[in-house]
């Protein structure tokens, strides 16, 4: 029998409800600051307000109080607009803070508490560049034995006790892929396939880096059908790329809803998509019959996407993408 496996416990898939598949409630993203501007930096190190929010949304990457995402003001934030997710018909919420992103279990556990929405944990490691040495040095095995012990046994929290990750992900890579990336994918494989979880893979910013993550992944073991690739949206920009991907079987992730940019920090050989654009893509690939197969999501990991800080919040795609 089927279980998704929440921070507050397993329950019935039925239960679920509306589910946001990749959502962060708190993060350290300190690793991909940006230097700004010189004539910009002034507001970009002030406090977020009606006066620099407008920077900010501009160069969100330049500042430091946007990319704390994992202090008290951040905590508040988010809880009040996961309270909004609820009212307006959000149901859960799959949290993809893996190692390397400095997790908050406890905050997840308080989240699902507090306000009755589902959130779901996961393991595995983000990039390469922000893992902790002794990380770093893991092998495939180690990984296995990490990723299986956080998902079977959970993680001790302090205060809270033993919280179970439902997942792996997101397992994140650059490209090419680092060796370290090519083990934590492997592990994830082998893993994916003894325990059955589902994963969500975070690519580098290139259109051959999903191949080569999936190319990994099944060489490993693991399931296409079990599979999530994030970001689709700024990863693979021309429909027929998203269509000749969609072969090898995983869930393709329209995950960036919200996010509407005339230059992508990033990325800035990319044209951010608008949400018209992305809803336009998401359409063709239902009418090629790909309606089981398709994920949305807004990836929230600062704070000028929350609406205390003039943002859109976790209920944007249901009050504002689903009815269009």
């Known amino acids: 029998m089927p279980i998704v496996q929440t921070v507050l416990g397993s329950i019935d898939p039925n239960l679920l409800g509306r589910t946001l598949t990749h959502e962060h409630l708190a993060l350290d993203f300190e690793g991909f600051y940006c230097e ?4 910009f930096k002034p507001y970009l190190k002030q406090k977020i307000s009606l006066e620099t929010v407008g920077y900010v949304r501009q160069y969100p990457y330049s500042s430091h109080e946007n990319i704390h995402f994992h202090d008290e003001e951040a905590h508040e934030a988010v809880r009040k607009d996961i309270q909004l997710y609820k009212k307006y018909g959000g149901g859960s919420i799959v949290e993809n803070s893996s190692h390397g992103l400095k997790r908050n279990l406890e905050l997840m556990v308080d989240v699902a508490k507090s306000t009755g929405v589902h959130v779901i944990a996961g393991t595995g490691h983000y990039v390469h560049n922000l893992q902790e040495k002794d990380h770093l040095g893991m092998t495939v095995e180690q990984l296995t034995d990490l990723y299986s012990r956080e998902i ?9 006790g033993m919280v179970k990750c439902g997942y792996i992900g997101e397992v994140g890579s650059v490209y090419p892929l680092h060796d370290f990336e090519k083990r934590a994918i492997r592990a994830t494989g082998e893993i994916q396939e003894v325990l059955g979880c589902g994963v969500s893979f975070h690519p580098g910013r290139d259109a051959e880096a999903p191949f080569e993550i999936m190319r990994h992944y099944l060489e490993a073991g693991g399931r296409a059908d079990k599979a999530i690739m ?30 509407e940019c005339s230059f992508y920090q990033l990325n800035s050989t990319v044209d951010m998509p608008s949400d018209g654009q992305r809803l336009s893509n998401v359409l063709k690939l239902l009418e090629e019959g790909l309606v089981n197969r398709v994920l949305l999501s807004h990836d929230i990991h600062t704070k000028h996407r929350l609406t205390s800080y003039g943002g859109h919040g976790y209920h944007h795609v249901y009050m504002n993408i689903l009815p269009r």
Do not use: N
């Not at 700004?36 to 004539?39: A, G, H, I």
């Not at 920009?237 to 991907?245: C, N, R």
């Open 230 to 259: 994030s970001h689709v949206d700024r990863t693979l920009l021309d429909i027929d790329q998203v269509l000749e991907f969609a072969k090898l079987g995983s869930y393709i992730q329209y995950d960036l809803f919200g996010i």
């Open 36 to 39: 700004p501007p010189e004539e």
């Open 152 to 160: 079977i046994t959970g993680v001790e929290v302090e205060g809270v």
